[in-house]
């Protein structure tokens, strides 16, 4: 998802009770400080990078893109076992829950093995992560795991889900990428504030926030089926759904130190 928020923009727009709220946290935000709340969720935000950092490098060890060897009389991890290891714990496979692999429709959300989607993913990872945190001075380091672990299980049903109807769930596949977590961050970070401004990477013209992820999810809604595509649109509708859904039931509640 290549979308970063432009959190200071949303000031030029005459607000809705949301924005409000997210112009509010943004001034407590900058004017004050983090609240505690925000500092441990932020640094939970940095682990969760340095968690898919950590596995893209053991990706990129597996696949001898680094060209070391780890022997020793307590280690001696042959790289062909560890490409191996890494495809039965870090891709979720249509047949990963009967055969008892559950933990991969987890795990898939940290693991990235080609570098632009590692590092598209991570931008939107932290710029998302970063709105979501700055809008809510009330948010707690639970509450941001949750969003994440729970939009990544919900874009693994979804992706699930759409392989079971379609003639493609025949035949094994798998899905990886933090794509449906961060789909989850973005629609929270809509609701919150639907008239911030968003722009498209590299084109610096803002877009409120509603629009831009209405087209998203269009956008992957029209290509769910599309046989060619390679790229998890269930997914990511499963992870907006979780979102959104997180957004009304336990976001939207948390209070803000002042509202005008």
Do not use: C
Not at 19 to 32: E, G, K, T, V
Not at 98 to 109: E, V
Not at 160 to 186: E, F, M, N
């Amino acid at each position: 998802m290549l979308l970063r928020p432009g959190l200071f923009r949303g000031a030029k727009v005459q607000p809705g009770k949301a924005q409000l709220y997210a112009a509010s946290a943004r001034r407590f935000y900058s004017s004050f400080g983090q609240t505690a709340g925000q500092a441990s969720s932020e640094r939970l935000l940095y682990g969760i990078l340095g968690l898919n950092t950590a596995v893209f490098a053991a990706w990129k060890y597996a696949d001898n893109t680094i060209p070391i060897q780890i022997k020793s009389e307590q280690l001696n991890l042959d790289k062909a076992r560890a490409m191996q290891a890494m495809i039965n714990n870090f891709v979720f496979k249509s047949e990963d829950v009967a055969n008892g692999r559950w933990w991969t429709a987890i795990t898939h959300a940290f693991s990235h093995f080609n570098i632009p989607h590692f590092i598209f993913n991570m931008i939107a990872l932290k710029s998302f992560g970063d709105a979501v945190i700055a809008y809510l001075p009330g948010i707690r380091p639970g509450s941001l795991a949750t969003l994440y672990i729970g939009a990544s299980l919900a874009g693994s049903l979804g992706w699930a889900a759409q392989r079971q109807q379609t003639d493609s769930g025949k035949k094994s596949a798998g899905a990886l990428g933090a794509s449906g977590a961060v789909s989850g961050l973005a629609a929270a970070a809509a609701l919150i504030a639907p008239r911030a401004q968003w722009q498209l990477m590299f084109i610096p013209i803002g877009i409120p926030a509603w629009a831009m992820f209405s087209a998203y999810i269009a956008y992957d809604a029209f290509y769910m089926n599309d046989p060619n595509s390679r790229i998890g649109h269930s997914s990511h509708l499963g992870g907006a759904a979780f979102g959104a859904a997180y957004y009304l039931l336990v976001l939207r509640r948390l209070g803000l130190p002042y509202r005008r």
